[in-house]
């Protein structure tokens, strides 16, 4: 396993659209496995693969209950909606109040390419939506609620 280098607000390829991932192979394994152990260095509780500059839909989330890693995930459906602080590794020393869904259904292949759907709430379905939205070049700082004058 290996650390990898962080990404940083103002790197482009944090604003590009990333690519499905088409075969698992041990290049995606150890991707992921870089992945978990260059968020658990930084403290954070996910990480997707454009923060280390990969443009490829791989995404690693633990909120303490073990690492998950998510290969191609999409969010299927959303329910109800939740306001709540959220920072990101790729902009240190930040955070600011986003909307979020109160509760997402993922779909998503797992390393042994399964497919899988989670349902899920509360940080779990905010770090989902806020991995995935890094896929897509999304930023939290682009979802800040404007705040009450």
């Known amino acids: 396993m290996a650390i ?21 192979n041990d290049r995606l394994l150890t991707l992921l496995d870089d992945m978990v152990d260059t ?7 996910g990480l997707a693969a ?15 209950e073990g690492p998950i ?5 999409e969010i299927i459906e959303q329910k109800g909606e939740s306001i709540d602080v959220e920072g990101c590794l790729s902009i240190p ?16 292949m797992d390393i042994n390419g399964e497919d899988i759907i989670i349902e899920t709430d509360g940080l779990l379905a ?13 930023l939290y700082i682009d979802k800040l609620e404007k705040e009450e004058e």
């Open 4 to 24: 990898r280098q962080l990404r940083f607000v103002g790197d482009p390829v944090l604003r590009k659209k990333s690519r499905k991932i088409e075969n698992i």
């Open 39 to 45: 968020m658990y260095k930084e403290d954070g509780i």
């Open 50 to 64: 454009p923060q280390i500059g990969i443009l490829k839909r791989a995404v690693v989330i633990d909120i303490g």
């Open 69 to 73: 890693k998510l290969i191609n995930p």
């Open 93 to 108: 020393d930040e955070s600011g109040m986003v909307k979020r869904p109160e509760r997402v259904k993922v779909k998503y």
């Open 126 to 138: 905010r770090a989902l939506c806020h991995e995935i939205d890094h896929l897509d070049g999304v």
